[in-house]
């Protein structure tokens, strides 16, 4: 079967499916997948069997078929087809609670060279990380993974994917509602700090900055109570992005400063590191040169101070998109730099780097 006569095929099933005839056009595109020579029409009918079996529950066939389209993107070595299968990967995983396999394929998503699909697929690879971090009750990053698909959706006026966003988060406000729940029931303070700091997140993302506002205060308070500097930070750092909504940048600046103080007090080289990236934002559009250039030259020192840097290349790890493997030993390195180095120990101290991945 030819390249013609592939596409029209793919077509007349989509046409049943979309008449709810799902039946015939499962058949029909098995018969397109047994018979066509052309790879990238089996690319497209196994991503329609993808996203019918996703659509029918059936997610071990939707795996099946997932894992046969990364071969064929392998076979036509572009960037585009192998970023919209392993986010078909990622899906099919997260549908069956695999949610580290999810994760694992999602960052290979992101770690892909630029590609034309990136801006279409960015938004749903952020997503469904999401979800996973969701999965495994991980609140903060499931948050800021949802901001980032919502980014990507109103960029781009992806009104379906803003959508499944809003779902994704209506599941993230009642999994820390019911957390809340039980902190209260059991007078657990720090994960009430936690709970409350979570709501206020979801309401500054939301755009909900009058209801964030008090959320962080009560965050504050309760993280003050018990001494926890690092989760001082991360309140202060929430009400400096709510300030910078409000356009009220000076604001932001005093909230980024006093986080700062206990970001150096406690040595949180991740927290100073976001602290200064936002205040590079804030300097950069009030037009001051000289202040910019001291946060990017602090920003820089923090990434050297915690050897956030790829041992092998030198480059900072972070600003760029890019894959990354950690070893047995704890040393982390740029995927493609060990890959080129082509041994078979760590390049820093020569311990065994064998170690299973997902991808």
Same mark, same amino acid.
């Given at each position: 079967?030819? *390249?013609?006569?592939?596409?029209? *095929?793919?077509?007349?099933?989509?046409?049943?499916?979309?008449?709810?005839?799902?039946?015939?056009?499962?058949?029909?595109?098995?018969?397109?997948?047994?018979?066509?020579?052309?790879?990238?029409?089996?690319?497209?009918?196994?991503?329609?069997?993808?996203?019918?079996?996703?659509?029918?529950?059936?997610?071990?066939?939707?795996?099946?078929?997932?894992?046969? *389209?990364?071969?064929?993107?392998?076979?036509?070595?572009?960037?585009?087809?192998?970023?919209?299968?392993?986010?078909?990967?990622?899906?099919?995983?997260?549908?069956?609670?695999?949610?580290?396999?999810?994760?694992?394929?999602?960052?290979?998503?992101?770690?892909?060279?630029?590609?034309?699909?990136?801006? *279409?697929?960015?938004?749903?690879?952020s997503?469904?990380?999401?979800?996973?971090?969701?999965?495994?009750?991980?609140?903060?990053?499931?948050?800021?993974?949802?901001?980032?698909?919502?980014?990507?959706?109103?960029?781009?006026?992806?009104?379906?994917?803003?959508?499944?966003v809003?779902?994704?988060?209506?599941?993230?406000?009642?999994?820390?509602?019911?957390?809340?729940k039980?902190?209260?029931?059991?007078?657990?303070?720090?994960?009430?700090?936690?709970?409350?700091?979570?709501?206020?997140?979801?309401?500054?993302?939301?755009?909900?900055?009058?209801?964030?506002?008090?959320?962080?205060?009560?965050?504050?308070s309760?993280?003050?109570?018990?001494?926890?500097?690092?989760?001082?930070?991360?309140?202060?750092?929430?009400?400096?992005?709510?300030w910078?909504?409000?356009?009220?940048?000076?604001?932001?600046?005093?909230?980024?400063?006093r986080?700062?103080?206990?970001?150096?007090?406690?040595?949180?080289?991740?927290?100073?590191?976001?602290?200064?990236c936002?205040?590079?934002?804030?300097?950069?559009?009030?037009?001051?040169?000289r202040?910019?250039?001291?946060?990017?030259?602090?920003?820089?020192?923090?990434?050297?101070?915690?050897?956030?840097?790829?041992?092998?290349?030198?480059?900072?790890?972070?600003?760029?998109?890019s894959?990354?493997?950690?070893?047995?030993?704890?040393?982390?390195?740029?995927?493609?730099?060990?890959?080129?180095?082509?041994?078979?120990?760590?390049?820093?101290?020569?311990?065994?780097s064998?170690?299973?991945?997902?991808v």
């Amino acid at each position: 079967m030819g *390249q013609d006569q592939t596409k029209q *095929q793919i077509e007349k099933g989509l046409q049943l499916y979309q008449s709810n005839q799902t039946e015939k056009a499962l058949q029909l595109w098995m018969k397109v997948l047994e018979k066509s020579s052309d790879l990238v029409g089996r690319f497209r009918v196994l991503g329609c069997l993808v996203t019918a079996h996703s659509e029918m529950g059936r997610y071990k066939e939707m795996l099946k078929f997932a894992v046969v *389209q990364i071969d064929t993107a392998r076979e036509l070595e572009d960037a585009n087809f192998l970023l919209e299968s392993y986010l078909n990967l990622a899906r099919s995983n997260e549908k069956l609670c695999e949610f580290h396999k999810t994760i694992s394929y999602c960052k290979t998503c992101l770690g892909l060279p630029g590609t034309r699909a990136a801006a *279409q697929l960015g938004g749903q690879v952020s997503l469904s990380m999401g979800n996973a971090f969701l999965g495994l009750s991980l609140f903060q990053k499931a948050l800021e993974s949802f901001e980032k698909a919502l980014r990507y959706a109103h960029n781009n006026d992806d009104a379906m994917l803003e959508c499944r966003v809003c779902c994704s988060l209506g599941s993230f406000y009642a999994q820390v509602k019911e957390s809340m729940k039980i902190a209260l029931q059991h007078g657990d303070r720090p994960l009430q700090a936690l709970c409350l700091l979570c709501f206020a997140d979801i309401h500054r993302s939301r755009g909900d900055l009058q209801t964030a506002f008090p959320r962080y205060d009560s965050a504050m308070s309760i993280m003050t109570e018990i001494g926890n500097r690092l989760g001082q930070v991360q309140v202060l750092l929430g009400v400096a992005k709510c300030w910078v909504a409000r356009k009220a940048l000076d604001k932001a600046l005093d909230a980024i400063e006093r986080a700062q103080d206990l970001a150096e007090e406690v040595g949180n080289k991740l927290g100073q590191l976001k602290l200064h990236c936002l205040s590079e934002g804030i300097y950069r559009s009030k037009g001051l040169q000289r202040e910019l250039r001291a946060h990017v030259v602090r920003f820089h020192e923090c990434v050297e101070e915690a050897e956030l840097y790829c041992g092998l290349c030198g480059e900072s790890i972070g600003e760029k998109n890019s894959r990354l493997q950690a070893l047995p030993c704890s040393h982390i390195f740029h995927l493609r730099c060990l890959q080129n180095n082509g041994t078979r120990s760590c390049p820093n101290c020569r311990r065994s780097s064998m170690k299973p991945g997902f991808v």
